[in-house]
């Protein structure tokens, strides 16, 4: 990619172990390398955000405020993203926000004042990459146990092993001088802070849904 201006994240399976329909932020935990990648990210001035199909939401199985409250204890533990979406449809819904569709990746965009294009996805499932592209971003699969061989297979170079990795290659491909070792744990990382979006298109600041 030739510019790199924002890193878009999955949430579970990608920064933190998928616990299916969680609605317990004592549940979250964090996946290796996740936090490293978030403050790599920042420290190189992108913007970061999640963007995440919840549709346990849609399904009744979890609450709009369970969602929320989970998304907050990932972002403590990870270090505070600039912006936090999902989708809460059913699959059956028809909706253009729920990946591999694109509206969550053009709503992040969107949040965080910057293009699709100059967008990085990561995910650990095809739907993540095919809503980069449909969304004119780059995606990239980090797979994991849960990833099926096929996807696997199909996005074979379009891959890496973790996040941390994914941010680094992103990095050097993007032209970054001096891409190193994420800042230690507890080091300060200013926050960026995005343009406010008006609610016509879902925002609700950082934890729009």
Known sequence: MSRLSAVLFDRDGTLVADVPYNGDPDRVRLLPGAAAAVALARAHGLATGVVSNQSGIGRGLLTTDQVHRVNERADELLGGLDAWLFCPHAP??????????????????????????????????????????????????????????????????????????????????????????????GTAVPARTPPALPRAVGSAGRWAG
């Open 92 to 185: 059956d819904a028809g909706c253009v926000c729920r990946k591999p569709r694109p509206g969550l990746v053009h709503m992040a965009a969107a949040r965080l004042g910057v293009p699709p294009a100059e967008c990085l996805v990561i995910g650990d499932i095809a739907a993540d990459v095919l809503a980069a592209r449909a969304a004119g971003a780059r995606g990239v699969l980090v797979p994991n146990a849960a990833t099926a061989p096929e996807e696997v297979r199909r996005f074979a170079t379009e891959s890496a092993p973790d996040a941390l990795t994914a941010v680094r290659a992103a990095l050097v491909e993007a032209g970054f001088p001096a891409v190193g070792r994420a800042p230690a744990p």
